[in-house]
């Protein structure tokens, strides 16, 4: 024996306490290999502690229970590591019959193991004594073999599944699993030779806390470097665009400044988290590229992307991982929207123009939102207000005249600039009675206005629409009417 029961008790000791403090640090994360490694902690701080009790004991009862709660906890641990391994490797665990089967063999063994040597407590146990120091060995027996093949099945099955699934991933994420397996496998190697030392005190305990430590730094430290440096290499972490790349699993590998502001992610993100709380992300999975739109509203300021969405593959097809990439196209998305406001929209009176009265004679043709209540206005002699008083007094005649139909008018009525001279009104509502009263409410209004001591009249005449395509022909009747209106005749309006 190369040291006592009590320097091994404290060795053991804070070993557990490691394995403990990393324990409360994995509750923090929320993920499923993080609950799954929170379970590991606990089960190996359980069988640390048990090992504990049965090291600094020399009470019979004390050493057994300390010896069956590690025995038991053991199985927990390598459970533990099997689900912690499908989740790694992106297995969707499911409540199958196999399942099922693993979850009632693990819970029988438990039963079967603490029952057996705590009914049978002369006949379980062996004590013997080694330089004063008193041990305990457990009887062979039917369930201490069945214990130890339910353990090493556990154990095969997750080192197995990591092989195998690393030769199933493009390159670049093979050793991220190979690791874990050759460090499993190491794990075998030095737990056969340390159970093989004959020694009282069983040193192959101290293997466990270091597999939990390791899992929890492989899992917290490790980052897929090969997609990650290329991506770092091409993607400054400041760069304006923001851009994020997710691996194979759909867990977020790099993440840079400006999306971390944005959308409020982070490396301990997933894709599916992303995807759903940006539903504008409509991604085809047939396509390997594509391009989409965003508007985006952050910080009271509204910005617009263009999304480029890439599938990562290797040369044989298989996924590295998915990368977004947002350009900024703010400035001329605005400019562009601008331009198509001014080719909508007159500069001078702030009403539609002849080219967004066209798109709207289209989509009433589409819709056939008929009939339509329409009325056309213009200044008489804006011509000779222009000559004798100014441009800027006929400009203001003009303006006049279209804010008087805009205030009149509903929220879903147009008013349009069809020329220099005439202001269209079309109500959209087709009650007719309704539309009578917004031009009764005109004619009245349109009286008594001046600008700068200048007596200003206007004339108008209504039509109604019930053909699109006869739309122009009413227009020009109307037209027509209005120019046989005599000045003075027409409804007259004073700007202030």
Request: a neutral charge.
């Amino acid at each position: 024996m190369l040291v006592g029961k009590e320097v091994c008790a404290g060795i053991y000791l804070t070993l557990a306490t490691v394995v403990a403090m990393l324990f409360f640090r994995s509750l923090g994360r929320d993920t499923k290999q993080a609950k799954a490694v929170s379970a590991i902690f606990a089960s190996v701080s359980v069988a640390m502690i048990g090992y504990v009790l049965y090291l600094a004991s020399d009470d019979f009862y004390l050493m057994r229970i300390g010896l069956i709660a590690t025995y038991v906890s053991i199985i927990w641990v390598l459970s533990f590591l099997n689900i912690f391994v499908l989740y790694y490797t992106g297995q969707k665990m499911v409540k199958t019959r196999s399942m099922v089967g693993v979850s009632v063999m693990l819970v029988l063994d438990s039963v079967l193991f603490v029952s057996h040597y705590m009914v049978n407590i002369k006949n379980a146990f062996i004590e013997y004594e080694v330089s004063g120091e008193h041990f305990l060995l457990c009887e062979k027996s039917y369930a201490l073999y069945i214990h130890f093949i339910v353990c090493v099945v556990f154990l095969l099955a997750a080192i197995a599944n990591l092989y195998i699934y690393s030769f199933k991933v493009a390159k670049v994420y093979r050793w991220k699993y190979l690791t874990i397996a050759i460090w499993l496998t190491i794990f075998v190697i030095v737990d056969t030779i340390l159970r093989m030392y004959n020694s009282p005190i069983d040193y192959a305990m101290l293997a466990y806390p270091v597999l939990a430590c390791f899992v929890y730094f492989y899992l917290y430290r490790y980052r897929s470097g090969g997609v990650q440096s290329a991506a770092q290499a091409l993607f400054v972490e400041e760069m304006n665009a923001p851009m994020m790349l997710f691996n194979h699993l759909g867990e977020a590998v790099f993440v840079n400044r400006r999306a971390r502001e944005l959308f409020n992610i982070d490396t301990e993100s997933l894709e599916s988290e992303f995807l759903k709380n940006n539903k504008y992300l409509t991604i085809n999975p047939m396509l390997d590229d594509q391009e989409l739109e965003a508007t985006i509203n952050s910080d009271n300021s509204i910005y617009y992307f263009k999304v480029h969405y890439n599938l990562l593959k290797d040369k044989k097809g298989r996924k590295i991982g998915t990368m977004y990439l947002y350009e900024d196209v703010t400035e001329s998305k605005k400019a562009m929207i601008l331009a198509e406001f001014n080719a909508d929209h007159d500069f001078l009176t702030g009403t539609y123009t002849r080219n967004y009265f066209n798109k709207y004679k289209e989509e009433v043709r589409t819709s056939g939102k008929l009939p339509l209540h329409c009325a056309i206005y213009s200044v008489n002699d804006l011509s000779g207000i222009n000559e004798s008083y100014g441009v800027d007094i006929g400009d203001k005649a003009l303006s006049r005249l279209a804010w008087l139909l805009q205030q009149y008018s509903g929220a879903m009525d147009l008013v349009v600039r069809t020329s220099g001279n005439e202001i269209l009104l079309i109500i959209t509502d087709s009650n007719e009675k309704k539309a009578q009263d917004v031009f009764a409410r005109i004619d009245r209004r349109i009286a008594g206005y001046e600008v700068e001591d200048v007596p200003i009249t206007a004339r108008g005449s209504q039509f109604t629409v019930t053909d699109i395509d006869d739309f122009e022909r009413d227009l020009k009747k109307a037209k027509n009417n209005t120019e046989r209106l005599k000045e003075g005749k027409g409804r007259m309006f004073r700007l202030l």
